[in-house]
């Protein structure tokens, strides 16, 4: 049985529980796929909303180029009037530098802003003078048309300079420098376009790159649950990084939600049709187990009735021929024709009695009855079977027992079945003993061999149906069919009562029967 069994269990593994987990292996492949691909176009799509904010800066001060560009052209000279107008029109501009190539010519301020007119016209000499190869290609764009915003690196906290060209005229083209406080332009100018873009859709961010400290937020409270790590600097302002963050779960969070709830889902129907071919498995070996015992119990039967038969047959032909001349030995042979008659009946009648069982259809008539009656009865009827055994069966019944409500026959059927076990597995000890008595939840019958015992493992299940002993002395020691316990058990639970098997090996076993009072 074995190897069908193991047959069974490859093919359950081939067709129920491999393919499932290649689609689970292939469908987390995919979900982690998708993940990183939407995870992809959520940062690109913020990206490009950062992306959108950088241009519009630049687009600010490219304003400002123009407007300076117009004033300078229409009075073809940098008038101080116009540029202290330009200044004060735009309230995080604080200098404006105008330059002849790499030049300074002049240098324009707020007047209220005491620090940045410290820094005076040979400090910014130098930065242009440092930056001569940048001017020189800003002129170049220019000269082509297009006008370039290039940031410069400056020694002043919390400012950034703007270097771009200009056309003085269709011939010249001169140098300027804005320079801005960087958290003002950005309140001022990126501020409105910020909160435009975000609504309540996004946070906006921007964050000091030296420190990571946060120096402005579209959000006028503390938000906890912030956590922005989608970050790009400014192109006007390298020193700032601006980040973006979508308000609620993010779609790191959401898609990963999703993953996790499908690689669930997935494993939670593996596990399912894991535990699905499991019990097709068990329920499979138990009726494949179920089957050898059948076809060991039609054998065992087969056996038993055969050998009764073959000893009628023997004796019954003998008779017919008229061999026998003798009367006493012809009576002897009539006797051992009755008796093996007689165990073939019971034989039938144990197999008849199992399938009422089976079937549900055996019918209990309980009156009250005295069970040490019952048990004299029994050893009345099969003293001769003792006899012809050379078996010698030991009485010790208790007086007095009150009398219970049970089924005569039912009870002597599961006596039989005790006492024919006990012949069945005696040694050299010839001996069984029945005792009836007392105890504190009722009335006890038992039946005790001095046979060959039976180990402590298979003592639960030698009252399932069919089951027999495989190993050792119990597997070769008689013949049976294996339901004999088994009806004695369905009896004992019928009277709501019990059955005990007191058993070690080569010392012998007791079955007690307890019976409710």
Same mark, same amino acid.
């Given at each position: 049985?074995?190897?069908?069994?193991?047959?069974?269990?490859?093919?359950?593994?081939?067709?129920?529980?491999?393919? *499932?987990? #290649?689609?689970?292996? =292939?469908?987390?492949?995919?979900?982690?796929?998708?993940?990183?691909?939407?995870?992809?176009?959520?940062?690109?799509?913020?990206? $490009?909303?950062?992306?959108?904010?950088?241009?519009?800066?630049?687009?600010?001060?490219?304003?400002?180029?123009?407007? +300076?560009?117009?004033?300078?052209?229409?009075?073809? $000279?940098?008038?101080?009037?116009?540029?202290?107008?330009?200044?004060?029109?735009?309230?995080?501009?604080?200098?404006?530098?105008?330059?002849?190539?790499?030049?300074?010519?002049?240098?324009?301020?707020?007047?209220?802003?005491?620090?940045?007119?410290?820094?005076?016209?040979?400090?910014?000499?130098?930065?242009?003078?440092?930056?001569?190869?940048?001017?020189?290609?800003?002129?170049?764009?220019?000269?082509?048309?297009?006008?370039?915003?290039?940031?410069?690196?400056?020694?002043?906290?919390?400012?950034?300079?703007?270097?771009?060209?200009?056309?003085?005229?269709?011939?010249?083209?001169?140098?300027?420098?804005? !320079?801005?406080?960087?958290?003002?332009?950005?309140?001022?100018?990126?501020?409105?376009?910020?909160?435009?873009?975000?609504?309540? /859709? #996004?946070?906006?961010?921007?964050?000091?790159?030296?420190?990571?400290?946060?120096?402005?937020?579209?959000?006028?409270?503390?938000?906890?649950?912030?956590?922005?790590?989608?970050?790009?600097? +400014?192109?006007?302002? *390298?020193? =700032?990084?601006?980040?973006?963050?979508?308000?609620?779960?993010?779609?790191?969070?959401?898609?990963? /939600?999703?993953?996790?709830?499908?690689?669930?889902?997935?494993?939670?129907?593996?596990?399912?049709?894991?535990?699905?071919?499991?019990?097709?498995?068990?329920?499979?070996?138990?009726?494949?187990?179920?089957?050898?015992?059948? $076809?060991?119990? %039609?054998?065992? %039967?087969?056996? /038993?009735?055969?050998?009764?038969?073959?000893?009628?047959?023997?004796?019954?032909?003998?008779?017919?021929?008229?061999?026998?001349?003798?009367?006493?030995?012809?009576?002897?042979?009539?006797?051992?024709?009755?008796?093996?008659?007689?165990?073939?009946?019971?034989? %039938?009648?144990?197999?008849?009695?199992?399938?009422?069982?089976?079937?549900?259809?055996?019918?209990?008539? #309980?009156?009250?009855?005295?069970?040490?009656? !019952?048990?004299?009865?029994? %050893?009345?009827?099969?003293?001769?079977?003792?006899?012809?055994?050379?078996?010698?069966?030991?009485?010790?019944?208790?007086?007095?027992?009150?009398?219970?409500?049970?089924?005569? /026959?039912?009870?002597?059927?599961?006596?039989?079945?005790?006492?024919?076990?006990?012949?069945?597995?005696?040694?050299?000890?010839?001996?069984?003993?029945?005792?009836?008595?007392?105890?504190?939840?009722?009335?006890?019958?038992?039946?005790?061999?001095?046979?060959?015992?039976?180990?402590?493992?298979?003592?639960?299940?030698?009252?399932?149906?069919?089951?027999?002993?495989?190993?050792?002395?119990?597997?070769?020691?008689?013949?049976?069919?294996?339901?004999? +316990?088994?009806?004695?058990?369905?009896?004992?639970?019928?009277?709501?009562? $019990?059955?005990?098997?007191?058993?070690? *090996?080569?010392?012998?076993?007791? #079955?007690?029967?307890?019976?409710? +009072?």
């Amino acid at each position: 049985m074995k190897k069908p069994l193991a047959n069974i269990g490859i093919l359950l593994l081939l067709i129920i529980i491999l393919p *499932p987990l #290649f689609f689970t292996s =292939y469908e987390i492949g995919n979900l982690y796929q998708n993940e990183k691909m939407i995870d992809s176009i959520y940062t690109r799509q913020l990206e $490009s909303v950062i992306f959108s904010i950088n241009q519009y800066s630049d687009d600010i001060v490219s304003r400002w180029a123009n407007q +300076l560009e117009n004033d300078i052209q229409k009075h073809n $000279s940098v008038s101080k009037e116009n540029i202290d107008g330009f200044i004060s029109q735009n309230a995080s501009i604080q200098l404006l530098l105008v330059a002849d190539s790499v030049i300074i010519n002049s240098i324009y301020h707020k007047k209220d802003n005491i620090e940045i007119s410290d820094l005076n016209k040979d400090y910014f000499s130098n930065v242009i003078n440092d930056n001569d190869k940048i001017i020189k290609r800003l002129i170049q764009y220019m000269d082509g048309g297009y006008r370039k915003i290039q940031p410069v690196d400056i020694d002043f906290p919390d400012h950034s300079l703007f270097l771009f060209a200009v056309k003085q005229s269709e011939k010249k083209v001169i140098m300027c420098g804005i !320079v801005v406080n960087t958290l003002g332009f950005i309140k001022e100018n990126l501020g409105p376009k910020i909160q435009s873009v975000a609504r309540d /859709e #996004f946070y906006f961010s921007v964050f000091d790159n030296e420190t990571d400290e946060e120096v402005y937020s579209n959000e006028l409270y503390e938000t906890p649950e912030k956590n922005i790590e989608h970050k790009k600097p +400014l192109w006007l302002m *390298p020193d =700032y990084q601006l980040g973006i963050q979508i308000k609620g779960d993010t779609i790191e969070n959401l898609v990963q /939600e999703r993953t996790n709830f499908n690689i669930w889902i997935i494993l939670l129907m593996d596990l399912i049709l894991l535990l699905a071919a499991i019990l097709v498995y068990r329920s499979l070996r138990q009726q494949m187990k179920l089957a050898q015992l059948k $076809s060991e119990f %039609v054998s065992n %039967v087969s056996h /038993e009735i055969r050998t009764p038969l073959a000893i009628i047959n023997m004796y019954s032909e003998t008779l017919e021929m008229d061999r026998i001349k003798d009367e006493k030995r012809k009576k002897d042979y009539y006797r051992i024709i009755n008796t093996e008659a007689n165990r073939l009946s019971g034989i %039938v009648n144990k197999i008849l009695n199992f399938s009422k069982i089976e079937s549900g259809k055996r019918d209990y008539k #309980f009156l009250e009855t005295d069970i040490n009656i !019952v048990i004299n009865q029994v %050893v009345e009827q099969y003293q001769h079977h003792f006899n012809r055994k050379e078996f010698i069966c030991n009485l010790e019944l208790a007086d007095n027992l009150p009398k219970l409500m049970v089924d005569s /026959e039912a009870i002597t059927d599961a006596l039989i079945n005790l006492i024919d076990n006990a012949i069945k597995y005696s040694t050299d000890k010839k001996q069984f003993d029945i005792i009836s008595g007392l105890s504190n939840k009722g009335v006890t019958v038992e039946v005790a061999d001095y046979g060959i015992g039976i180990e402590d493992k298979y003592q639960k299940l030698v009252f399932d149906k069919f089951y027999r002993v495989t190993l050792g002395n119990l597997a070769h020691k008689a013949k049976g069919s294996g339901i004999g +316990l088994s009806i004695v058990n369905h009896i004992m639970k019928a009277h709501n009562g $019990s059955i005990t098997l007191i058993s070690k *090996p080569n010392v012998g076993s007791r #079955f007690i029967l307890n019976f409710p +009072l």
